[in-house]
């Protein structure tokens, strides 16, 4: 919980691109000027720089990126040509060519402000948070005498940003610290300041000064955290009163959005206490408080689905997988149920979703969305298909028996025998205790007339389990395989003598 709630609140950060070439724009002549300018001095690079800033104000890009590439070709230490550069580049989705750009003005002019701040936000939108920081790092270096209050305000907070997202929580925290030194009545700062201590596993350092804020505002987020904290030292009841209190203010601040954040975090706590009909019931008053909450649906499925109650989960699964379009936890989820209830071609459509959802980050779900594409390929008879979903998740998870044994039926089916006993073998190896590990194993040993090794697990099955008629049955064929006749006899007549009629017919054959 304590990540989730952090990211959704510092990573939709405000930091503003070039708030100080602004006003050096407005105060420029008008774009006809210019032109004629640079046509009456053509070798002036300041000239040239001053269209691009006039361009790039009315937003004429092209022009003014020819412009600037005039003045950098005619000076190419004139800063505020590259400078220009990079808001062109910048605001044309060009985020490489931007960041060359500041590059060269933070190379050229290393203690200016803006080129280091710019090249920040142009590393963050291109998603490379530690060099991100880094810049952030170098502009507040550079922060004297250039940067106005709130541009270092924006840096502190850009930088608390990008450690969030590099998983330095402590160093997140104190950023936002920075920042609230210099705007110390902002709540949102003081809670994601709170919300970085919390999943830096310091939430005690951070629960008085959530306390007072929690106290002089009707914000149910910091009742939240409080409640996290508490859960973290094994307060539940503190916690529960907590997430009951951040309720009653969404829902007095008309917060329905909030509201419902709440009662799925409510729920949450209620579930991971067992009390699963209270979480259930959170949940649906959840999802009836805010309609649009995928997450108070996906949580209500789930929940049914642990409670062993698969076509009740359905419906609110389905309604959380269309609500959440893009993402793969509800869709991953509705795979899973579909699956259960024998729904096998909408559950491998639901899994296949979330394998093109999905990021190369998500193992996890993609381990678990082709083991259910393999099985439904395997229940329709694709086996072929079965075998390579199977072998990807034996290759994610080589210690997981299941993922073994299906990769041996896959193969078996396809008449693959010896590597079929390959895959039982490992199975078999990681969960001694399976015996249907142990049944294929010894059927793959005697489809490839491996009898000997058929034979010795065939006994330990029956010695495992002396009513087993069909492994009495086959033993009596690997003995029989091995010219030891009147073992097979004994091992057929036991068969016969617990129903298994094949037995009793196998010696006149």
């Known amino acids: 919980m304590t990540m989730d709630i952090v990211k959704r609140s510092v990573l939709a950060l405000a930091v503003a691109l070039a708030a100080g070439l602004a006003a050096v724009v407005a105060a420029q002549p008008q774009l006809t000027e210019l032109q004629a300018a640079v046509r009456e001095r053509p070798e002036d690079a300041e000239a040239w720089t001053r ?6 104000e009315g937003g004429d890009l092209e022009t003014a990126k020819d412009a600037y590439l005039e003045a950098v070709a005619l000076d190419y230490l004139l800063g505020d040509a590259h400078y220009g550069l990079g808001l062109v580049e910048y605001a044309r989705g060009d985020y490489q060519a931007a960041l060359f750009a500041f590059n060269e003005v933070t190379r050229l ?9 710019n090249r920040a936000v142009t590393l963050a939108t291109l998603r490379r948070p530690s060099e991100s920081a880094a810049a952030f790092r170098a502009a507040l270096g550079a922060a004297e005498p250039e940067a106005t209050q709130l541009d270092r305000l924006n840096a502190h907070v850009g930088l608390a940003g990008q450690l969030v997202r590099t998983g330095d929580y402590a160093a997140a925290a104190a950023s936002f610290g920075d920042a609230l030194a210099i705007r110390p009545d902002d709540i949102d700062l003081a809670y994601n300041r709170g919300a970085a201590l919390v999943a830096a596993d310091r939430g005690l350092e951070a629960l008085a000064e959530l306390t007072d804020v929690e106290a002089r505002s009707g914000d149910y987020r910091f009742s939240v955290l409080i409640a996290e904290v508490y859960v973290e030292q094994g307060q539940v009841d503190f916690a529960l009163r907590a997430l009951e209190r951040a309720v009653r203010k969404a829902r007095e601040a008309s ?3 909030g509201e419902a954040r709440s009662l799925v975090a409510l729920g949450e706590l209620q579930r991971g206490l067992g009390r699963e009909r209270e979480a259930a019931a959170s949940f649906e008053r959840a999802a009836e408080v805010d309609p649009a909450s995928w ?14 109650q698969p076509r009740a989960a ?17 869709e991953l989820a509705l795979a899973g149920t579909l699956d259960q209830l024998g729904m096998t071609a909408e559950a491998i ?4 979703r979330v394998l093109e959802r999905s990021t190369p980050s998500d193992t996890e779900a993609q381990t678990q969305a082709r083991f259910i594409v393999g099985r439904g390929l395997y ?6 298909g079965a ?15 299941s993922a073994q044994l299906w990769a041996g039926l896959a193969q078996y089916m396809q008449g693959d025998f010896q590597s079929a006993a390959q895959f039982y073998e490992r199975a078999v190896q990681l969960d001694p205790n399976s015996i249907e590990a142990r049944v294929n194993l010894a059927a793959a040993y005697l489809a490839s007339e491996r009898f000997g090794d058929a034979a010795e697990v065939y006994r330990l099955l029956v010695q495992q389990n002396p009513q087993d008629a069909e492994s009495h049955f086959n033993l009596g064929w690997s003995l029989y395989a091995l010219q030891r006749d009147e073992d097979a006899r004994i091992a057929w007549s036991a068969a016969c003598q617990l129903g298994h009629q094949a037995g009793c017919t196998a010696p006149r054959q």
Do not use: C, W
């Open 255 to 257: 917060d329905r959005v």
């Open 314 to 330: 359905l419906a609110p699964l389905q309604e959380a997988a269309r609500m959440q379009e893009n993402g793969i936890e509800s």
């Open 109 to 117: 002019f290393p203690d200016r402000f803006d080129g280091h701040y």
């Open 51 to 56: 269209l691009g800033n006039a361009a790039y």
């Open 379 to 384: 229940l329709r008879g694709d086996y072929a």
């Open 387 to 401: 075998e390579e979903a199977f072998a990807k998740v034996v290759q994610a998870r080589p210690s997981s028996a």
């Open 349 to 352: 459509a639901s899994a296949r």
């Open 295 to 308: 997450e108070a649906r996906y949580n209500l499925g789930t929940s049914l689905l642990a409670a062993g």
